[in-house]
């Protein structure tokens, strides 16, 4: 009796097929794009009839016609090809797929979302000269958006790779939009109590007028937001590009935004107490953005860190470090500029810099961020192993380039000082910028070098790794034989080798793995099917297939 063979396949059949759905899915792409500006660009004709019949524009409407006439139905084409590929659950599964879906999806949000909330801000804000285009492109895009809307949710052929991809994105775009638009509409409204607006009044525009169509924009994004951070469940997502985009965009991002908000603020405090040099509006200028940036990103700062907090490791180290860095950038910022402002009282000549304003631009930094990072680095506390390795190494790197690139300016002053062209300004008031950044760098660097190699002495020996208690495992099964074995060699270890059964038929995986539990062999027979009946055999080491 011959011994069995196991399943193999082309080898080129991965390649060729992989190919195939890259081309098929890129022109799919290219074409529904083209279509769908064709179609905006020929309702942006229809809603501005009476413009473009006095312009007579005939070129535009030939192209607009060609993208949308041609393009469309090519792309009804690809779409089609490409709908029937994926009744296979193979298709289904591949990459490439999850790609395209994902690319349109965010796509066409974006250019929807760009084109329709801009429209609605232009008439609110008292602009209504290209609201009609605007809308126009809006309307085709949101079509498409709606549509992979559809696919991605889709029981039989929506995209199993990638397939939370899009929520993630969209909950980032439309956190992005509100608070930008939110920051700048609530600063309307404080330069208004503030009385800093005067040049807007000065030209007849209502005070209220900007901060409407920015109101819209705020409302878009809350609700681009809302739509896929609640409604979508992305807020109950746990994969690591969730974790990525809560941590980067919604703890750091906006962290950022409170302290930047917060530094200036700061310093404009500071200026209205010690200096007076300039009128107190042009003190007051920056105020306004400071104030509501402060307060709209400490509100989403403390809103995605209590999310943060209640994530599975390593999300919450990693939001805390993320925090430590910003602080630490501010305070080591901060201790330049004090630096250079401590330089500045030295020189002659200060090139238009007020050393005072510098100074007090300095501590505001070093104000806002040094007790920040010592609350959240908290260097007398034990180490805690999640990515504080990673983060030590990380700022030690930009460190690194930072003073890298700040030798090379002091260098290039130096000789440019040398070879006498001075332009009237002494060596110091040409280096003192760089140098106090010089100086700021080699203080985190040292620190961190250091406490990277504390943890590194500290640290235990790695354990060795263990052999898996299985070293192969030949599997008898059916039909669904490669997701089995792809799944046992996930569980054990092992080596899988498939014998694909002639009956076919399929083996649930629940009945599949429990048979091999407990099992120490070097070789192990694992026969699954007719049913759910599953039988594992320990072979002799020796046994020949």
């Known amino acids: 009796m011959s011994a069995p063979v196991a399943a193999t396949s082309r080898p080129g059949a991965p390649a ?28 942006g004709r229809v809603f501005t009839a009476s413009e473009t019949i006095a312009f007579n524009d005939s070129s535009s409407l030939a192209l607009w016609l060609a993208l949308a006439l041609v393009g469309g139905p090519l792309g009804a084409v690809a779409f089609w090809a490409s709908w029937r590929m994926l009744a296979d ?21 974006v250019t929807a979302t760009s084109f329709g909330i801009g429209a609605l801000a232009s008439l609110a804000g008292g602009d209504t000269g290209s609201w009609k285009s605007s809308l126009a492109q809006a309307l085709p895009w949101a079509g498409v958006w709606v549509w992979h809307r559809w696919i991605l949710g889709h029981r039989s052929r929506g995209p199993e790779a990638l397939a939370k991809v899009p929520l993630v994105l969209g909950t980032v775009l439309g956190l992005a939009i509100g608070l930008g638009a939110g920051t700048n509409a609530l600063a309307v409204l404080f330069e208004r109590a503030l009385g800093t607006d005067g040049e807007l009044a000065a030209i007849g525009v209502p005070w209220w007028r900007p901060g409407l169509g920015l109101l819209v924009w705020a409302a878009g994004g809350i609700l681009i937001w809302w ?8 807020r109950e997502l746990h994969t690591k590009l969730a974790g990525v985009g809560l941590v980067a965009i919604g703890v750091a991002g906006s962290a950022l935004l409170a302290l930047g908000g917060a530094g200036v603020l700061l310093y404009v405090l500071l200026r209205l107490g010690l200096d007076r040099t300039d009128p107190v509006p042009a003190i007051l200028e920056p105020a ?28 919450p180290a990693a939001a805390q470090l993320a925090i430590s860095g910003i602080a630490l950038a501010a305070a080591a910022s901060g201790i330049g500029v004090v630096i250079n402002a401590a330089l500045a009282t030295g020189t002659t000549r200060l090139g238009g810099t007020d050393a005072t304003a510098l100074l007090l631009a300095g501590l505001s930094s070093l104000a806002i961020g040094g007790p920040l990072w010592w609350f959240t680095w908290r260097p007398a506390r034990p180490a805690e192993p999640h990515g ?73 020996a790695p354990a060795k790794e263990q052999a898996p208690a299985i070293g192969e495992v030949l599997l008898v099964a059916g039909a669904n034989a490669r997701d089995l074995a792809a799944a046992i060699a996930a ?4 080596v899988v080798t498939v014998l694909p059964r002639a009956e076919g038929g399929t083996t649930a995986l629940e009945a599949v793995l429990p048979a091999l539990e407990g099992l120490e062999a070097a070789r192990v027979l694992l026969l699954a099917g007719p049913g759910d009946r599953v039988e594992a055999i320990e072979l002799d080491a020796d046994t020949v297939r």
């Open 89 to 109: 659950p193979a298709e289904r599964r591949a990459t490439a797929w999850g790609i395209y879906v994902s690319a349109m999806y965010v796509t066409s949000l």
């Open 227 to 234: 739509w896929h951070w609640v409604r979508e469940g992305a």
């Open 388 to 460: 504080r390795r990673i983060y030590l190494v990380l700022v030690f790197g930009i460190s690194a380039v930072v003073a890298l690139v700040t030798l090379l300016v002091i260098g290039f002053r130096l000789f440019e000082f040398m070879l006498g062209d001075a332009g009237g300004t002494g060596l110091l008031e040409r280096v003192r910028a760089p140098l106090g950044l010089l100086v700021a760098t080699g203080l985190v660097a040292g620190y961190h070098f250091a406490l990277w190699r504390h943890d590194r002495a500290a640290a235990p």
């Open 288 to 315: 306004p953005e400071a104030l509501a940036a402060a307060l709209l990103g400490t509100l989403s700062w403390l809103y995605h860190a209590r999310i943060a907090r209640a994530r599975p490791e390593p999300v």
């Open 16 to 43: 060729l097929g992989t190919l195939r759905r890259i081309i098929l899915f890129a022109l799919l792409f290219v074409l529904v794009s083209l279509a769908a500006s064709g179609v905006g660009g020929l309702l």
């Open 491 to 494: 569980h054990t270890g092992a």
